[in-house]
T-cell receptor
Framework: QKEVEQDPGPLSVPEGAIVSLNCTYSNSAFQYFMWYRQYSRKGPELLMYTYSSGNKEDGRFTAQVDKSSKYISLFIRDSQPSDSATYLCAMGDSSASKIIFGSGTRLSIRP | DGGITQSPKYLFRKEGQNVTLSCEQNLNHDAMYWYRQDPGQGLRLIYYSQIVNDFQKGDIAEGYSVSREKKESFPLTVTSAQKNPTAFYLC??????????????FGDGTRLSIL
């Protein structure tokens, strides 16, 4: 079993829809949780970074962490065609000497 | 502007050849990392360095080598021993995990192909 599981998609939704992206993990030691957005032929760009359970909001993006269920989510409100990209979840433990990445979900927003 | 610069953007390797990928950062980060990304797979850690003149193997270090002579630079050499080098290589940096953990920031990658 992989330490981090992420549905690869592709996920296609109409413009303006709410998007929900998810990852599950098996290591209860993970304490740091991140979401990255990666456009084609580009490096990952940090979108959200959270340390604890609960919600964190930044503009149209909300990151949610449920440590009891070992489940994290990224919600995108009022989705735009420019949100079309691959979204990677990532997480690390308290030493954080190594970060584990999900395989990424490819998202397409239809105009 | 602070950031991470990787060069070249595209690189081609002949059989038996060693090639070196460049990574430079001006974020004043102590820690630097090299990852390999293959289609449909997550990022896999090749090597990382938390301080100048020190580095550790990641999960897939075989066939690769690194050096860390300067804080700003962390070049990766793909040797002829790496039999399947075709991939997208990503360099990242951060403050050291032991000191007030901050997330990693990435460059825009180098795509390596075999001729």
């Amino acid at each position: 079993q992989k330490e981090v599981e992420q549905d690869p998609g592709p996920l296609s939704v109409p413009e303006g829809a709410i998007v929900s992206l998810n990852c599950t993990y098996s290591n209860s030691a993970f304490q740091y949780f991140m979401w990255y957005r990666q456009y084609s032929r580009k490096g990952p760009e940090l979108l959200m970074y959270t340390y604890s359970s609960g919600n964190k909001e930044d503009g149209r993006f909300t990151a949610q962490v449920d440590k009891s269920s070992k489940y994290i989510s990224l919600f995108i409100r009022d989705s735009q065609p420019s949100d079309s990209a691959t979204y990677l979840c990532a997480m690390g433990d308290s030493s954080a000497s190594k970060i584990i990445f999900g395989s990424g979900t490819r998202l397409s927003i239809r105009p | 502007d602070g950031g991470i610069t990787q060069s070249p953007k595209y690189l081609f390797r002949k059989e038996g050849q060693n090639v070196t990928l460049s990574c430079e950062q001006n974020l004043n980060h102590d820690a630097m990392y090299w990852y390999r990304q293959d289609p449909g797979q997550g990022l896999r850690l090749i090597y990382y360095s938390q301080i100048v003149n020190d580095f550790q193997k990641g999960d897939i270090a075989e066939g690769y080598s690194v050096s860390r002579e300067k804080k700003e630079s962390f070049p990766l050499t793909v040797t002829s021993a790496q039999k399947n080098p075709t991939a997208f290589y990503l360099c990242a940096s951060s403050t050291p995990p032991s000191r007030n953990h901050q997330p990693q920031h990435f460059g825009d990658g180098t795509r390596l192909s075999i001729l």
